[in-house]
């Protein structure tokens, strides 16, 4: 029997409680979810579909799973505007803190909306990935689950769109080769849009395998398979579009078929995973058909690859998920794969 200490951290109430309890189980099920309530104060028009309420929802789910012990919820730290310039540029930067602080309603870049505290959440946002990070490559936790608002992955180096400010996930990839020296990343993203900030940013690096299913014909627009990095980068890019009504066959096929040899060739020594939810069935925001289901076999696939070649390090990143009901479904199955991680 293995034992595994849950370290309960509280950020809600302004105070750190912090209880230590071993317990036996049969498996080491660890898993971390990150979590910071300053992301709640991004709060873009009422009728938006990338509301606070999305991430009240998926912590309605996660509180349950650790009141039950499955899982242990731990705050993390804003992120620097050092953490931030690892994926983007100093104009971009005081572009979108000179906006929000004069009060402005929408970033000029493009289709993101703002209001006073979302320079807050913002920070708190990426410097959630980056906390998971550090948990996962010291080895507190084998996997972590960021809980993240606004989203990233439309995000790139001089331009946020989409809902998104930061690109949370490329700042926690570029953070752990940085602080950690990870000189091979994968980031698979299952959001129904393309994630074409992250594919930007990292589009010659060559420390990153950069996998995406998405909807095509859809938001972005970008995507093909013909987009496949360039230098150092080279063929590091790889995409699978699928038109509107694709689901289980097409995408766990990706992902099997797919990503699962070119992880076998790159051998990642960190895993990431964009985990957006809007390509379940039923969102309003995709025409894709996962089930609950579906997103625990993907988890398991990402999974797999983690184990045989990371030492089963992973740092999953929330992105899109848009149907209220749906969402905290989609990421209670996710959560509960990941915590069966060994
Ligand atoms: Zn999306």
């Not at 804003?78 to 690892?86: G, H, N, R, S, V």
């Not at 993101?112 to 946002?125: D, I, M, R, V, W």
């Not at 752990?176 to 993203?189: E, Q």
Request: proline share 6%.
């Amino acid at each position: 029997m293995m034992h595994r200490r849950l370290f309960l951290q509280h950020a809600s109430c302004g105070l750190l409680s912090l209880t230590s309890v071993s317990e036996a189980i049969g498996q080491t099920a660890n898993v971390h979810v990150f979590y910071d309530p300053a992301m709640l104060r991004h709060e873009p028009s009422s009728d938006h579909p990338e509301s606070p309420r999305r991430l009240d929802a998926v912590m309605t789910s996660v509180r349950t799973l650790e009141r039950q012990g499955r899982l242990s919820v731990t705050a993390p730290r804003p992120a620097t505007e050092d953490d931030i310039l690892l994926a983007h540029t100093p104009d971009y930067l005081k572009t979108v803190r000179s906006e929000i602080a004069a009060g402005r309603r929408q970033l000029s870049t493009g289709d993101t909306e703002l209001s006073p505290g979302s320079f807050a959440a913002a920070l708190a946002a990426a410097g959630t990935v980056v906390s998971a990070v550090d948990a996962v490559m010291s080895g507190r936790t084998r996997t972590a689950f960021c809980a993240v608002r606004p989203p990233g992955h439309h995000a790139s180096q001089r331009r946020g769109m989409g809902f998104c400010v930061f690109n949370n996930i490329a700042i926690g990839a570029r953070y752990a080769r940085k602080r950690h020296g990870v000189d091979r990343i994968l980031i698979a993203d299952w959001d129904v849009h393309h994630g074409n900030g992250t594919q930007e940013i990292f589009w010659s690096d060559g420390t990153v395998l950069f996998f995406d299913s998405h909807q095509h014909p859809w938001y972005p627009g970008t995507g093909s398979p013909d987009e496949k990095g360039e230098g150092k980068g080279s063929g590091l890019i790889i995409n699978n579009p699928f038109p509107a009504g694709a689901g289980r066959k097409e995408i766990l096929g990706a992902f099997r078929e797919g990503l699962v040899p070119a992880a076998e060739r790159f051998k990642p020594q960190l895993v990431m995973i964009s985990a957006g939810f809007d390509s379940r069935a039923g969102d309003p925001l995709g025409r894709f058909t996962l089930n609950d289901r579906d997103f625990a076999e993907l988890t398991g696939i990402v999974l797999d690859i983690a184990r045989q070649h990371a030492s089963g390090r992973v740092v999953s990143v929330l992105e899109g998920g848009y149907a209220l009901e749906g969402l905290p479904l989609a990421v209670t199955s996710h959560l509960t794969r990941l915590e069966h991680s060994w």
